[in-house]
């Protein structure tokens, strides 16, 4: 199975903060690595897509890199609706997909 | 529009089989590009994607549950449908229901989540 390991898995930021999650796999997925954004009570928002294709709708300020093994999401201005969990997920494995464990952005 | 709606019990005893059921609408689950998916988020913890069912019937599993799930799809009612046997506390969580768009897209719509407590 391929693992994803995010780090941090919490962090504290301000209003217009340049915040940046990585997540790492166990192996090379090639750009198969999708983020999403979650608020308590909501379902989960589909942020990047291919590890770096913006979803339709989500603001520019959100940006995805990488490949192979290496992937980072970052935010380049934070907004107060930005103040959720992050999930990275891979999709490259034809038998499971698996999210990683999530990162916390929370208010300082 | 694409709408995803999850329904079942939100109460099971333990022991007993979870069973749930996402309707579809503004999509079909027939559609040969499209997967469709159950997942999970435990209290306190983080996202768990339990499986996924193509429009062929072809099903994968997480193998942490891949004993206890099965997927299967309803076409004439575009539904497709969860049953997870032997629950145990530690399968209450809200549960999803998405679509992913092939294998390079994500999962870029969801239903809005159904809790289910596993209690007796």
């Known amino acids: 199975d391929i693992q994803m390991t995010q780090s941090p898995s919490s962090l504290s930021a301000s209003v217009g903060d340049r915040v940046t999650i990585t997540c790492r796999a166990s192996?090379?997925?090639?750009?198969?690595l999708n983020w999403y954004q979650h608020k308590p009570g909501k379902a989960p928002k589909l942020l990047i897509y291919?590890?770096?294709s913006l979803q339709s709708g989500v603001p520019s300020r959100f940006s995805g890199s990488g490949s192979g093994t290496d992937f980072t999401l970052t935010i380049s201005s934070l907004q107060p609706e930005d103040f959720a969990t992050y999930y990275c997920q891979q999709s490259y494995s034809t038998l499971t997909w698996t999210f990683g464990q999530g990162t916390k952005v929370e208010i300082k | 529009q694409v709408l995803l709606q999850e329904s079942g019990p939100g109460l099971v005893k333990p022991s007993q089989t979870l069973s749930l059921t996402c309707t579809v609408s503004?999509?079909?689950?027939?559609?040969?590009?499209?997967?469709w998916s159950w997942i999970r988020r435990p209290a306190g913890k983080g996202l768990e994607w339990i499986g996924r069912i193509y429009t062929s019937g072809s099903t994968n599993y997480n193998p942490s549950l891949k004993s206890r799930v099965t997927i299967s799809v309803d076409t004439s009612k575009n539904q497709f449908s969860l049953k997870l046997s032997s629950v145990t506390a530690a399968d209450t969580a809200v549960y999803y229901c998405?679509?992913?768009?092939?294998?390079?897209?994500?999962?870029?719509?969801w239903g809005q989540g159904t809790l289910v407590t596993v209690s007796s």
């Open positions: 503004g999509g079909s689950v027939s559609s040969d590009i499209y997967y």
């Open positions: 998405a679509r992913a768009f092939g294998y390079s897209s994500g999962f870029d719509y």
């Open positions: 291919a590890a770096s």
């Open positions: 192996q090379s997925i090639s750009s198969y």
